[in-house]
Structures are given as structure tokens and as C-alpha cells.
């Protein structure tokens, strides 16, 4: 029997406060998020029970019981404090999936600070963007990634806190300060930091169209959301062995591979290594894996490689799949079956919402292809793009629009109110993607309404690569768009217009993919680039994306009156 039972019921009676009351969410005045992933499942009888079970990629295996959880984030928030780090203040932790990062995590929330996790694959200018927007006090990283914090340190006055956690006996620098998690002295008594459900927690920065990331602001009642979506769509049990693939730098990896699953207590397993088939298989297998949360491109690369590899593995513990981040097509939920003897179960959800907000339920009926329905407490609809008004036409395309009202939504994108406010039109909160809804209610996912680019569930922002590209000196302009790609659903794509004394040739092509790969990201690196004698442009001069996008999809192309070439 599923945690939820019966959809429907619970559709029609849930309230939110059923989860405050089942987490018992505030109860002796404690908000904190730290409390409820570390303390309160110690004080229930579960200090013993293995929290985490993480494997590095050499092999090594570390345990830690849901005490060390505790002990180990008291810890931590006790070095951030006697370090001069305070309440509300940012702190980064820009790390590989190691045990710090899970731990750093926790340990910054219970002294009050804002855990501001960054994918550590992220080049200096994908962070030294995020750090200057926060005015990041504190950044938590390892040896490997310290090279990248020290050429843009200078240029952050606020960070003047540098935690790194693998240090050697080398001497540090200014502002950087060494810290071992397992050597240092535990802390077994720290006070939690009093926060109130609204203060800030987490900051997640997210890619738009325009401008730079905007940092997604979290409060610590999003827990509630994150407690009772795990519970009743991951369907987390007891005595499951958890595995959700996703890196904490993206807010699945906090939201579902930190905070959902330790609130509810059970057992996670981490894999702090890259995608291999074989490994990944080898990985259920060993662990038992009961309940696997994954992404499509990985469904995807998993089922180029067979179901003859599925074969030579005991993968029986699985019990449930679920899927995030980008649209999880109907054959890959078909193949699961036929691999696993389930389907991956769809869910829909944002950095912005924090939580799943539309998906596919242990125990509904599920239509491969779509995204589900909408959960219980959440009322969602498709709206028409102008007037922003509930398009009651089954089958009919419209914006994805949720009211307003959940505990994980964010309060505001950082420092940035009026990009926030713009969300909202007509009392709903506009996500920013087209959906339609079928007659039994059932969403199905078309495309994003923006430019955003969506690379295997990673949402990359044009601007953001644009801007890079034009710090090359061979570039004189660029548009970046993303290309239907069959596994990883798109790549970005750059067109570029070269600087007078430039000639296209592979060896510049591939100079500029390294130069953003370094500078940005693996991700956010043209996997293509196609040099062109200019640009198509609106008579107001911007670059029409639009145009460009559309004959890469083989789409109609739309009014272009207003271009001025092409
Ligand atoms: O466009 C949608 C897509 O990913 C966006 C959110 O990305 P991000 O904020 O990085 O959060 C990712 C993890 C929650 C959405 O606006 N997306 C997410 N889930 C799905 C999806 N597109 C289709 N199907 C999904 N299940």
C-alpha cells in the first residue's frame, strides 16, 4: 500500500496543516529545518539508523547514523560561529557530493545562515556571478575546487571566509581557514538557532532568459512541503534504501536528496562519481536500493546501452522510480517497465516551487508521456498566455499557472522583487512553461515559454553564455539556443559573429567551447558552433533567438515582421 492511498480523497481533503501537524512542525517554538532532519529523528528512537551511506569515486564507503547527522551539522554550525559567521548571513558550500556537503548543509541552517549550494563543476565566472549577487559571507570547498574561489576572491570584499575542508598542512592564504569535519571536536550540544517559518534558508540560483541568475529564496517552512511531497509521491518508507541521483547544487539535490528524505527518516545512499551504466547498476545492487529518483537524460543513456546489461544485475530491490527535470517521454517510461518491471513516475516541479507540484502518484493511473496531476494543496492550471485566464478546453496549450499558497514557494529571487513580482498575473504564479490538461485532468508537458535552455534537466540561461561568448576576443556577437539532442533532450548551440581579422576554423571553434566550459560550465558549453556573417535582429536591435531556435527545430517560424535582416 502506498503512503498516499487514495488520490483523490486526498485532493479533495488535504490541508497543509496535516503536515505541519504530522512533522509536527513548530512544535516548542523550533522552526528550524536542521532540527527536523537530524534531532527530531534521533529523539523519535532512530539515532542508530543509518542517514546516510555515501560511496566516493574511488570506492570508499563512509556510514553515518542519523546521531552523526546530528553531531556532525552541531559541529559544523559551531566552526561557522566561532568563525564569524551569523544569522542570515550567505554561505556557499561549492563542493563535490561528499559527506561535508550534506553535513555543511544542515550545519549552516542550524546556526541560522543561508545555505547557498553551487554545482561545483561551475567555472569561476558562473560563480563569481552568484557569490557577488548574494554578497556571500562564507564558501565551503575542497582543494580541487580552491584554485577557481582564489582568482575571483579579490573581487568579492564580502567573502572573507574561505572553508576548505580536505586542507593539508599548506599554509592557508588570507581569509582561507582549514577545517576537518572528522578530526575536529565534536559538538554534541549546540543550540539550534530560533527561526521563525519564514526566515530564509536556502538560495538557489536558476537561469532566465535576461539578465543574470536570479537566487531563488527559501524559507524553512518549505519543509512541510518537502516532507509530505516525499512521503507521499517518492513514497519513502521505513525501511527504504533511497537513491536520488541529483547533485545538491541544483535544488533537487537539496530538496529531495537532503531534506525530503532525512525528514522522513529513512535510510539515503549517495554516489559521488559520474553516470556509468554498469555502475549505477552495480550500485542498486549493492545497496538494495529501494526507491530511485532520477532524470530523464539518465533514463535515456540507460536505455542506449539495453536491456541485455539490465540482465546481468539483481536490481528486485527496486520498489519505485520516480523522475525529474525535464520531459520524461513516453518510451522511456515503456522501456522502465520492460527493464525494471515499473514505470518511472513523472514529476513536475521548479527551483521556484521547491517542492513537486504536478506529478504522477504511487497507485493513479499513469499515461506515459504526461506529467500527471496536480498535488493535493496545490491548485494548478493552464492559462492563456495574454489574458492569463484558466483555459477551460481540455487539450487546449496554455502557461502552467499555480495559486499561490504552498509552504516551499519562494518568497522573492534575491534582491530582485520586481523580476519576483512579475511572476504572478492574475493571482496565479506563472511557472514559465506550456502544458495542456486532457479530460481526466492529466498535464502534458509542450515546451518552456522562454529561452532557457534545458541540457540533461539543467536549466541554462542564454544570456548568461551570450555575455561569456562576448569576452572572447574573436567574438564581435553571439546567440546561444538549444538543439534537439536525443539523449540529453537539447545542447546549447552558439552562433557567432566574428570580430573583423577572424576566419571560422575548428581550431577557434573548439578554443571557444573551452573558453565558456572553463569559464561557465561542461554544461553551458556550445556542443555546436555555427559562425555566421551576422545575426538576425528586432528593428530595436535584439538578437531574435526565437528565429534561430525554430529552424534548428524545423518549427514555424512565426511573425517575423519585426526582424530587421535575415
Ligand atoms: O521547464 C521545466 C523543466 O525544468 C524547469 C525547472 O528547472 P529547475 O528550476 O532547474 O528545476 C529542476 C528540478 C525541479 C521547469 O520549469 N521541468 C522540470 N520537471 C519537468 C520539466 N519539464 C518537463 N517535465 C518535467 N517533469
Redesign the pocket.
Known amino acids: 500500500m502506498s503512503n498516499i492511498g487514495s488520490y483523490e480523497e486526498k485532493y479533495k481533503t488535504f490541508k497543509w496543516e496535516q503536515a505541519e501537524e504530522e512533522l509536527e512542525y513548530g512544535k516548542n517554538g523550533i522552526y528550524n529545518i536542521g532540527y527536523y532532519c537530524s534531532d527530531r529523528i534521533c529523539e523519535k528512537g532512530s539515532a542508530n539508523k543509518l542517514a546516510l551511506i555515501w560511496e566516493g569515486f574511488t570506492g570508499g564507503v563512509k556510514n553515518f547514523t542519523y546521531n552523526d547527522i546530528r553531531v556532525y551539522s552541531n559541529t559544523i554550525a559551531k566552526f561557522l560561529q566561532d568563525n564569524g559567521v551569523n544569522m542570515g548571513d550567505r554561505v556557499c558550500l561549492f563542493m563535490d557530493k561528499v559527506p561535508e556537503l550534506y553535513l555543511g548543509f544542515i550545519g549552516i541552517l542550524k546556526m541560522g545562515g543561508i545555505a547557498q549550494p553551487l554545482f561545483s563543476a561551475f567555472g569561476e565566472e558562473a560563480l563569481f556571478t552568484r557569490l557577488d549577487d548574494a554578497k556571500t559571507k562564507a564558501i565551503i570547498t575542497q582543494k580541487k575546487h580552491l584554485g577557481k574561489v582564489r582568482r575571483i576572491k579579490d573581487k568579492l570584499p564580502e567573502l572573507t571566509k574561505i572553508i576548505i575542508v580536505d586542507a593539508d598542512d599548506t599554509t592557508p592564504q588570507v581569509n582561507e581557514i582549514h577545517f576537518c569535519m572528522e578530526k575536529s571536536e565534536k559538538v554534541d550540544k549546540f543550540d539550534i538557532v530560533k527561526v521563525g517559518p519564514e526566515v530564509p534558508s536556502v538560495l538557489h540560483y ?1 537561469s532566465g532568459t535576461t539578465g543574470k541568475p536570479k537566487g ?1 529564496q527559501h524559507v524553512h517552512s518549505s519543509i512541510i512541503a518537502q516532507y509530505i511531497t516525499s512521503k507521499w509521491v517518492l513514497d519513502l518508507q521505513p525501511d527504504d534504501i533511497y537513491w536520488c541521483t ?1 547533485d545538491p547544487g ?3 539535490g537539496t ?1 529531495y536528496g537532503i531534506i525530503g528524505p532525512w525528514a522522513n527518516g529513512v535510510t539515503q545512499v549517495v554516489l559521488d562519481a559520474g553516470f556509468g551504466t554498469e555502475k549505477w547498476y552495480a550500485f542498486i545492487q549493492k545497496y538494495k536500493v529501494t526507491m530511485w529518483y532520477s532524470a ?1 537524460t539518465a533514463i535515456r543513456l540507460l536505455m542506449k546501452e539495453g536491456l541485455d546489461v539490465v540482465k546481468k544485475f539483481d536490481l528486485t530491490s527496486l520498489r519505485h522510480l520516480a ?6 517521454n513516453a518510451e522511456a517510461v515503456i522501456w522502465s517497465e520492460k527493464a525494471f518491471g515499473k514505470p518511472f513516475y ?8 521547491g517542492a513537486i507540484v ?1 506529478t504522477n502518484f504511487p497507485g493513479m493511473k499513469i499515461k506515459p508521456g504526461s ?1 500527471g496531476k496536480p498535488f493535493p494543496g496545490i491548485a494548478a492550471t493552464v492559462v492563456n498566455p495574454k489574458t492569463y485566464e484558466p483555459i477551460e478546453t481540455p487539450g487546449t496549450v496554455g502557461l502552467i499557472a499555480l495559486k499561490p499558497g504552498w509552504p516551499s514557494m519562494m518568497r522573492t529571487y534575491w534582491n530582485n522583487k520586481e523580476t519576483y513580482n512579475g511572476k504572478f498575473k492574475n493571482g496565479w504564479y506563472i ?3 506550456r502544458s495542456s490538461i486532457d479530460n481526466e485532468g492529466y498535464f502534458w ?1 509542450v515546451g ?1 515559454d522562454d529561452d ?1 535552455i ?1 541540457t540533461a ?3 541554462v540561461g542564454p544570456f548568461e553564455i551570450e555575455s561569456a561568448l562576448l569576452e572572447h576576443k574573436a567574438v564581435a556577437e553571439s546567440a546561444a539556443i538549444g538543439k534537439p539532442d536525443p539523449v540529453n533532450m537539447e545542447v546549447v548551440k552558439a552562433f557567432i559573429a566574428l570580430k573583423p581579422g577572424f576566419e571560422p576554423s575548428g581550431d577557434l571553434e573548439l578554443d571557444i567551447m573551452n573558453f565558456i566550459r572553463k569559464k561557465l560550465s561542461p554544461l553551458a558549453m556550445p556542443q555546436e558552433i555555427e559562425f555566421v556573417p551576422s545575426l538576425p535582429k528586432t528593428r530595436s536591435g535584439k538578437i531574435m533567438r526565437r528565429l534561430l531556435r525554430a529552424k534548428e527545430w524545423g518549427e514555424e517560424i512565426g511573425d517575423i515582421s519585426t526582424l530587421e535582416n535575415d
Open positions: 536558476t531563488a541529483a541544483w535544488v533537487t530538496s530523464p523522475s525529474v527535470g525535464e520531459p520524461l513523472d514529476t513536475y516541479w521548479q527551483t521556484e516551487t504536478i506529467m511557472c514559465g512553461d508537458f518552456r532557457v534545458n534537466g539543467h536549466l
